[in-house]
């Protein structure tokens, strides 16, 4: 369908093809070329019945509208580059009207999309061969060794033909040939040099074809007398190019098909030899030259699924490679990589990792007025600001070289000295104090408010780690938190109150603003005792100097986790090791089970061999008849009967032994034992034949290529067979003067080539699987690690926000209609010791159980109190709150702790702010009031506002407590509720009223 609409205002003219009426290809993937023609000729198609529409449309309109506008036709124009559809826009100035105006419009409309066409398909076609050659460049430095052999012993072989026959000695050959070997040996030369160029690689592999095909060409041309020596030379040649091309089958069926050709047409015209003969020798090279083709269409093949499955595997791996790492890199946002390295290789349920450290500071710091805030702004806009407020102290810290431990609501916290060594760490940390008063953003913010801040600062010993089961949170303790814990609330806002201890380390005093106070603190005993402390207000002068930078972790981090990785990567890749010489993997375990997974693959090749040859002794058998009627009977076909039993044997083992080193030894060993029931049958006839070196040439190529790992193994039956067919000529005049020239050593050398290019072949597809079970068990290595790591952050963060978040995009902000909140908090009843330390911690790791048995959402624990909330991802769960609560007196080591509760229910604002120490929080007026709820709770109640009441009041007991006055809201009617086995009608409560 086509839409057509005018904009008089702009005289602008849009034209949208749709496809209503017409089919269209539904998508276009990237592989674009494979759609081929069938998809250009429909979009030619539809152009020029969009355009015949489109212009008819314009005849029938009216065309006052258009001598001044701008006609914009949308094209879809194929890339195949990238495989989908670019809009692409072409403007036409419309100045005249008349329909000739039109019909110039429609041909240049059609014609620019016909050329965008063809540019197309024709950067596609650049594109695969540019793809081409790269794949086929690396194959072909992978067989750079076996090229040069190639070119060396090719250079050999035919020198020793032209020094023993040259043009001048009585047995030379023509001026033709000697010009045909001639030129071989010096384009050989020509390339064996370049062959050390990489760039050329590829050009230097096709070269070998093309000197091998011209010589094959040149030799079919010639019309003197046929050399068998010759012929035999040319047919071991050709058998080492495909053997050597063996990842690329179609080489490898042309140069069989080329010398079959030659050889068809020199034998036919030059041999006298008969008819019956020449056909046999023709068509057991025919038979030779398909098997081998098929055998190298099979290793091909098996090469390029082996490849697919391990580009498959690497891109897995690679995948979960920078999943990992990007988790790695969270996991690094979150805690110390001192505490990563061990929270990353724990495996147990439960965290719990303390360390102590000296000399280091702290400070804490609370936002003067945002809980009165949080009762007037939407929460929405709180955490907009609250994000933006805690990144620029997220900048401040990394400039100054201190740690930014976490957040809590309001309040943020860092340190110094602790995990980051910083030798000045309490100049910095002073220093970030008052930059942190001046962050434009206190004054200057889009909810329009005026905010100051209250810092206290203290030195001393801290105690920093983690512990728990669930959300639990990177945190630091310890004396040195007490203090700053305590200084934050006395501080006048805009100050900053530091202790004694950390005063005393700063140099130039003289250069702050500051007043000596002295505060009285209540100790343990109840006494009262007076603390000395300095008020800091600003700096007199300014301060040129340059702290040290936290310096960023990851990398080392990242890099110690990949030497780690690579560690026990090499460890499982020595066990794939293959060994140069036998061919099979150190391990003999992986061996035995390689060769039994493999035997299901190797079968078609093993038994495509063995057809081959008995169908070529076949062949022998039906020729070689005119010499069964000999005067003297010859013994041959015997012989043919023999070894046609032994390849029979030989198939049936092929498919009914069990894969392993016995097979592999039976399988070669046979086809030995009939390539030598071959050469005796051709002994008898050596009198009467002179196609015996060519016959021997095939049966012993045969056993060269035969499908092996082990280059002592082939190499050492091709060596036995060679030695017996030398020891055969040696007693018969005729072989000997056909068979034993000097050029003799040059086809054995070619026959040793052959073995190697077929042993390189088939190691190949062995180098692949070792390659492939690498890859897997790399990717098993990533995505272990990536388990692990996943499972820690989503201990740490919520699985909603974890969904959510990115490396790139860390701050989430979310509102919430309705959660229930709890602050729950537990105090110890004994003196604070190491061992009310341990208690606490199995403690930590019973409730986080609970609250997840109760499916509610931990959402942080500062020291000892506890923040859970319901109705983040599902149901408000009020009931789940109060039952949790009550539960903890069925915890380990309660009796040592007193607890505190608080409920509210509201809305109220969640998400990840900052952008270190990333951790997810939520504000609002809902979780304020909840804490005030905790806080101003006796011991061992839970206090709930008016709407938690009215909502648990028919499943609990609510007691109506009175107006308590709430910081920033004011007085406020609370109630408590007890535990279900408690309730019991009590008249003139609220409940009942």
């Not at 079919?220 to 020596?229: K, L, R, V």
């Not at 206190?442 to 030195?459: A, M, P, V």
């Not at 809305?907 to 990333?918: F, Y």
Request: some cysteine; charged content about 20%; hydrophobic content about 40%.
């Amino acid at each position: 369908m086509h839409h057509l609409t005018t904009n008089r205002k702009n005289r602008i003219i849009s034209l949208k093809f749709c496809s209503h009426s017409s089919p269209t290809p539904s998508h276009i993937t990237e592989d674009g070329m494979n759609h081929g023609m069938a998809v250009n000729i429909y979009k030619n198609r539809l152009a020029v019945r969009s355009a015949n529409s489109y212009f008819g449309v314009l005849r029938e309109g009216n065309m006052r509208n258009l001598h001044s506008g701008v006609l914009t036709l949308f094209l879809y124009s194929s890339s195949h580059a990238t495989g989908y559809r670019q809009l692409r826009t072409r403007p036409f100035t419309m100045r005249e009207s008349g329909l000739a105006l039109i019909s110039s419009h429609k041909e240049l409309y059609l014609r620019r999309f016909l050329k965008v066409e063809a540019d197309d398909v024709k950067n596609g076609w650049r594109a695969q061969l540019n793809s081409y050659i790269i794949s086929q460049s690396n194959v072909a430095l992978s067989k750079i060794a076996i090229i040069r052999a190639f070119l060396i012993i090719y250079i050999i072989t035919w020198s020793i033909e032209l020094t023993l026959h040259a043009p001048t000695t009585e047995k030379g050959l023509s001026i033709s040939q000697a010009s045909r070997v001639f030129v071989v040996i010096v384009l050989s030369l020509i390339w064996l040099c370049l062959s050390f160029k990489k760039k050329i690689i590829l050009l230097v592999a096709n070269s070998i074809l093309i000197i091998h095909w011209m010589n094959l060409i040149w030799y079919a041309s010639t019309q003197d007398n046929i050399e068998w020596f010759e012929t035999s030379m040319l047919v071991t040649q050709t058998t080492a190019i495909s053997t050597g091309y063996g990842w690329d089958y179609r080489f490898v069926m042309f140069n069989n098909f080329l010398t079959f050709t030659t050889l068809s047409i020199r034998i036919s015209l030059t041999s006298h030899r008969p008819t019956i003969e020449i056909v046999g020798d023709l068509v057991a090279f025919f038979v030779f030259s398909l098997g081998q083709g098929i055998f190298s269409y099979m290793v091909s093949r098996r090469l390029n699924t082996l490849s697919a499955k391990n580009e498959e595997k690497l891109n897995k791996f690679h995948h979960a490679e920078v999943q990992h790492r990007n988790m790695i890199t969270l996991v690094l946002n979150m805690l110390p990589d001192v505490l990563a390295k061990e929270v990353i290789d724990n495996r147990s349920s439960s965290f719990h990792v303390q360390t102590q450290k000296n000399d280091t500071t702290m400070l804490i710091l609370d936002i003067v007025g945002f809980t009165a805030m949080s009762a007037v702004h939407p929460p929405t806009e709180l955490l907009k600001f609250i994000n933006a407020l805690y990144s620029a102290m997220d900048e401040l810290c990394e400039r100054f070289g201190i740690e930014k431990v976490r957040t809590v609501g309001d309040s943020y916290i860092c340190a110094g000295n602790v995990t980051i060594p910083n030798a000045d760490h309490k100049n910095a940390i002073l220093r970030l104090a008052l930059e942190m008063q001046d962050i434009p953003l206190l004054r200057d913010n889009h909810l329009c408010e005026i905010l100051t801040l209250r810092i206290g600062i203290s030195c001393g010993t801290a105690v920093y780690g983690v512990a728990g089961l669930h959300r639990w949170h990177y945190d630091i303790t310890g004396p040195v938190f007490y203090e700053a814990e305590y200084l934050e609330p006395l501080c006048k806002p805009g100050a900053v109150l530091v202790g004694s201890t950390l005063w005393e380390g700063i140099e130039d005093k003289e250069a702050y603003e500051y007043e000596t106070v002295t505060i009285e603190k209540t100790d343990v005993s109840g006494g009262m005792r007076e603390i000395v402390c300095t008020q800091i207000h600003g700096r007199k002068i300014g301060d040129e100097r340059s702290f040290s930078q936290r310096n960023s972790t990851t990398t080392s981090f990242l890099r110690f986790h990949e030497a780690q990785f690579k560690e026990r990567l090499t460890d499982y890749a020595k066990k794939f090791k293959i060994h140069w010489l036998h061919g099979t993997f150190d391990d003999g375990e992986i061996e035995e089970t390689y060769l039994i997974e493999s035997k299901s693959n190797n079968m078609p090749g093993m038994a495509i061999q063995t057809v081959t040859c008995m169908l070529i002794t076949l062949i022998f058998l039906v020729t070689d008849y005119p010499y069964y009627n000999q005067p003297t009977q010859l013994p041959v076909y015997p012989w043919y009967l023999i070894v046609f039993s032994v390849l029979c044997f030989n198939l049936i083992a092929a498919f009914k032994m069990p894969s392993g080193r016995i097979l592999s030894h039976s399988y070669i060993g046979l086809r030995c034992v009939w390539c030598l029931g071959i050469f005796s049958a051709l002994r008898f006839m050596g009198d009467y034949s002179w196609s015996i070196l060519f016959r021997g040439t095939l049966a012993l190529a045969c056993v060269c290529i035969t499908m092996n790992y082990s280059y002592v193994l082939l190499f050492g039956y091709t060596a036995m067979l060679l030695l017996v067919a030398v020891l055969l000529c040696a007693f018969n005049t005729n072989l000997f003067n056909q068979i034993l020239q000097p050029s003799f050593v040059s086809v054995q050398l070619m026959f040793f080539l052959v073995s190697f290019g077929s042993i390189k072949s088939v190691q190949q597809v062995k180098s692949l699987h070792e390659t492939g079970q690498i890859v897997a068990f790399s990717e098993e290595l990533a995505q272990e690690s990536a388990v692990q790591t996943d499972k820690l952050i989503r201990i740490i963060l919520p699985d909603h926000i974890y969904r959510k978040m990115s490396l790139n995009h860390l701050q989430i902000a979310e509102s919430y209609p309705e959660c229930g909140c709890l602050f729950f908090k537990l105090v110890p009843i004994v003196a604070v010791s190491e061992q009310v330390y341990e208690k606490f911690a199995e403690t930590i790791i019973a409730i986080d159980k609970k609250i997840l048995a109760f499916g509610l959402e931990k959402i942080k624990r500062v020291k000892n109190v506890f923040m859970i909330v319901t109705g983040l991802d599902g149901p408000v769960l009020l009931e789940n709150l109060v039952e949790l609560v009550y539960s903890i007196e069925d915890a380990p080591n309660h009796q040592y702790f007193q607890w505190y509760a608080g409920i509210d229910v509201g809305p109220c604002a969640g998400g990840v702010v900052g952008s270190s120490r990333v951790c997810f929080d939520m504000w609002g007026d809902t979780i304020n009031t909840s804490s005030r709820m905790s806080s101003t709770a006796d011991h061992g109640t839970l206090q709930v506002t008016e709407s938690v009441a009215w909502r648990l009041q028919h499943r609990y007991r609510t007691m109506y407590r009175g107006t308590i006055p709430i910081k920033g809201k004011g007085d406020m009617k609370t109630w408590t509720v007890e535990k279900k086995d408690h309730v019991e009608m009590i008249p003139n409560t609220p409940r009942h009223e």
